[in-house]
């Protein structure tokens, strides 16, 4: 199984800020990874997909960027709705395993 | 509008079983391939099992579930399940089912349900 670390487990940041996500995968999975936001209580939603592409509808202060086995998700300023919960996934080879997450509190 | 809607969760003792269902609309479901994802209280997400389009004739499972949860589906009704067994207090968790979809030959879960919770004690 590919494992899937992310860094921070929680990060505070102020409305305005710009953040970075990492996520490292334990063995080279090309650009098939991909990043989810949760909310309490809600489903996961698709961000970032094939490590840089914008899902539809999302706002373009998120990006993602790397290959291979580094990954970034960057917001670059940070929304009062961004607040939340977020999750790398590889989709290179089943098990499609996530990392374990990064909360984005509120400073 | 893609729907996932899943239903069959509850509380059951350990060592029971539970089956759930994942009901699609809004799209051709036999042509999707499927996954069901998890998330205990508080944790984060774990990928629990997947299923190919059409037949369903292809499953795979983490190997937290294997030999004790089945995935399948029926075309038919447009239903995706998720056989437990042998079911344990560590498998309580919101249960989500997700559509797998090819964006640019990368598997992406573009759509999800709105989760049941199965909860596992005596």
């Known amino acids: 199984d590919i494992q899937m670390t992310q860094s921070p487990s929680s990060l505070s940041a102020s409305v305005g800020d710009r953040v970075t996500i990492t996520c490292r995968a334990g063995?080279?999975?090309?650009?098939?990874l991909n990043w989810y936001q949760q909310k309490p209580g809600k489903a996961p939603k698709l961000l970032i997909y094939?490590?840089?592409s914008l899902q539809s509808g999302v706002p373009s202060r998120f990006s993602g960027g790397g290959s291979g086995t580094d990954f970034t998700l960057t917001i670059s300023s940070l929304q009062p709705e961004d607040f939340a919960t977020y999750y790398c996934?590889?989709?290179?080879?089943?098990?499609?395993?996530f990392g374990q997450g990064t909360k984005l509190e509120i400073k | 509008e893609v729907q996932l809607v899943e239903s069959g969760g509850g509380l059951v003792q350990p060592g029971g079983s539970l089956r759930l269902t994942c009901t699609a609309s809004?799209?051709?479901?036999?042509?999707?391939?499927m996954n069901w994802v998890r998330q205990a209280p508080g944790k984060g997400l774990e990928w629990v099992s997947y299923?190919?389009?059409?037949?369903?004739?292809?499953?795979h499972y983490a190997e937290s579930v294997r030999g004790r949860f089945t995935t399948s589906r029926d075309n038919a009704k447009n239903s995706l399940y998720l056989q437990m067994n042998s079911l344990r207090a560590e498998d309580t968790a919101v249960y989500y089912c997700?559509?797998?979809?090819?964006?640019?030959?990368?598997?992406?879960?573009?759509?999800w349900g709105q989760g049941i919770l199965v909860a596992v004690s005596s």
């Open positions: 299923i190919n389009n059409s037949g369903g004739t292809m499953t």
């Open positions: 094939d490590a840089s």
């Open positions: 996934q590889q989709s290179h080879s089943t098990p499609y395993t």
């Open positions: 063995q080279t999975i090309r650009t098939y």
């Open positions: 809004g799209f051709t479901f036999r042509s999707y391939e």
């Open positions: 997700a559509r797998v979809s090819d964006y640019g030959d990368c598997p992406v879960l573009d759509y």
